[in-house]
């Protein structure tokens, strides 16, 4: 993880051109995600870190694909053209319903994989210490989080000119481009879960 960042700040300073606010709160971001490694690992490590990854990968899935099928109207053209306010809408709300709903059925219900759940993902830690109303609100705000940390890398990238913060993946822009949704939901969720 902290190669990971450690790279993504590179890519920020390999960049030509004026750096904006945006790149600055970016590597911010970057920076408060390395210090917040060794209390989240010492915490509940793994887990915590997976959970957080998964929130931000299915708000990005469940948005464009619901984007695709459902999306009439554009809501940022002018940062992220693709988005829509239905596939943005949905992709905040699906993982939320879907992980309490995963959450009811392994820990309600104890079908079988219960132990690999609580293992694998805090949520139901959250759902022990704070119930399914107050867990379903923590997870939507995270997606929320990952959405701006995504619509962040998009204005900055507009505001220099350049289409990825690298090339180290090609086709898909830098590290950082795949990570910029995280760099915000990280933090965000680890506030919440500092308070269980």
């Known amino acids: 993880m902290v190669g990971i960042l450690g790279y993504s700040l590179f890519e920020l300073f390999k960049i030509k051109g004026k750096k904006n606010i945006y790149v600055w709160i970016i590597f911010i971001l970057v920076l408060i995600n390395v210090f917040l490694i060794f209390p989240i690992t010492n915490s509940s490590g793994r ?24 999306g009439k109207r554009f809501v940022y053209p002018s940062i992220s ?9 949905l ?5 939320s319903f879907l992980f309490l709903f995963l959450g009811y059925l392994f820990i309600e219900q104890e079908i079988s994989g219960s132990e690999v759940f609580s293992e694998l993902l805090v949520i139901s830690q959250f759902i022990d210490s704070l119930g399914y109303l107050i867990t379903f609100l923590i997870i939507m705000i995270s997606s ?7 619509l962040l890398a998009s204005k900055s990238k507009r505001l220099i000119g350049i289409k990825d913060f690298g090339n180290l993946l090609p086709g898909h822009g830098g590290i950082l481009d795949r990570i910029d949704s995280h760099i915000m939901c990280i933090p965000v969720f680890f506030i919440f879960y500092s308070f269980i």
Do not use: H, Q, R, W
């Open 91 to 95: 992709g905040l709300v699906i993982p």
């Open 144 to 150: 929320l989080a990952s959405v701006s940390g995504d």
């Open 47 to 70: 887990s915590f870190f997976f959970t957080a990854l998964l929130i931000s990968v299915f708000t990005d899935i469940f948005a464009l694909v619901f984007g695709k099928l459902l």
């Open 81 to 89: 053209p693709n988005k829509t306010l239905e596939g943005t809408l």
